[in-house]
């Protein structure tokens, strides 16, 4: 039963734009927080942009002036635009959902989609 499905990802030379998006179950997406994290090949998993119910965006610092979080409560979909990507970029994307507030912590999510590859070059 698949309830966060990733899509986006790519190929992209330094500098360039590409938008994520996660589908959500209607259950998922009522979920108060849903994030973005990413992890790069021998690197921890990392937060990279949360967005709580109410639609209020919080960032880490790395992503805060390139990256947007967004959402569509319509067609139950998380997005991530990402501009200026560099090859720190470089990682698989996964979105999140946790029932409570927007934590940092990925042990505190319950859903997880199962990735989308980002790679910059």
């Known amino acids: 039963d698949v309830q966060l499905v990733e899509s986006g990802g790519g190929s992209v030379q330094a500098g360039a734009s590409l938008r994520l998006s996660c589908a959500a179950s209607q259950y998922i997406f009522g979920a108060r927080c849903m994030a973005w994290f990413r992890q790069a090949p021998g690197k921890e998993r990392e937060g990279v942009a949360a967005?709580?119910?109410?639609?209020?965006?919080t960032y880490t610092y790395s992503v805060s002036n390139r990256f947007t979080i967004s959402k569509d409560n319509v067609k139950n979909t998380l997005y991530l635009d990402m501009n200026n990507l560099q090859p720190g970029d470089t990682a698989m994307y996964f979105c999140?959902?946790?029932?409570?507030?927007?934590?940092?912590?990925?042990?505190?999510?319950?859903?997880w989609g199962q990735g989308t590859q980002v790679t910059v070059s």
């Open positions: 999140a959902a946790r029932t409570f507030g927007c934590s940092t912590s990925e042990s505190l999510y319950t859903y």
């Open positions: 967005i709580d119910k109410s639609g209020s965006p």
